[in-house]
């Protein structure tokens, strides 16, 4: 994965563009339980907007109101908001790390590596929360997050 696809799926998830997998999870919620108290035509409609959808978003959107298959927003804001604590505190640690070898003559060690893999595994199990969502078709809110 390049780093735009990267920094992309951290920083703002919502615009990844949707995959095949995540319409057919889309599907599958529409057709099991989440969708089992909507009409009919509205299911039909629902379905090719599905089929028509390019982002993520456009899936959230689809899905809305049915309390399945979509992240709560506050497990995608936690992603974003660690995400970018974590990238600027990593990048102003590295020039702080640099300046010091330069005025001293050497580089020490880089101690700034034990606060960014902390600060990486905070994000990577926020990450894995928010793509949870997309793995497992229906899985409805928990509120346990968010």
Same mark, same amino acid.
């Given at each position: 994965m390049? /780093?735009?696809?990267? @920094?992309?799926? @951290? /920083? *703002?998830?919502? #615009?990844?563009? =949707?995959? =095949?997998e995540? &319409?057919? &999870?889309?599907l599958a919620? /529409? ?5 089992s +108290?909507l009409?009919?035509?509205e299911?039909r409609? &629902?379905?090719a907007?599905v089929?028509e959808?390019?982002?993520r978003n456009?899936l959230y959107? #689809?899905?809305e109101? @049915? +309390?399945a +298959?979509?992240p709560? *927003?506050? !497990?995608?804001?936690?992603?974003? !908001?660690a995400?970018? !604590?974590w990238?600027?505190? #990593?990048?102003v640690?590295?020039?702080?790390w640099l =300046?010091i070898? !330069?005025g001293t +003559?050497?580089?020490?060690?880089p101690? *700034?590596?034990?606060s960014s893999?902390?600060g ?6 926020? *990450?894995?929360?928010?793509e949870?969502?997309?793995r497992?078709p229906? &899985?409805?809110r928990?509120g346990?997050i968010?």
């Amino acid at each position: 994965m390049e /780093l735009n696809g990267l @920094l992309r799926r @951290l /920083l *703002w998830p919502d #615009t990844v563009p =949707a995959s =095949a997998e995540d &319409r057919a &999870r889309a599907l599958a919620v /529409l057709a099991g339980q989440g969708g089992s +108290g909507l009409a009919e035509d509205e299911r039909r409609s &629902r379905s090719a907007a599905v089929d028509e959808a390019v982002t993520r978003n456009d899936l959230y959107l #689809t899905l809305e109101g @049915l +309390g399945a +298959g979509v992240p709560p *927003w506050g !497990v995608t804001t936690a992603l974003r !908001v660690a995400s970018v !604590v974590w990238i600027v505190m #990593t990048a102003v640690q590295i020039v702080v790390w640099l =300046a010091i070898g !330069v005025g001293t +003559g050497g580089l020490d060690v880089p101690w *700034w590596l034990y606060s960014s893999v902390g600060g990486a595994g905070v994000v990577a199990a926020l *990450w894995w929360v928010n793509e949870s969502y997309h793995r497992v078709p229906g &899985r409805g809110r928990t509120g346990a997050i968010a």
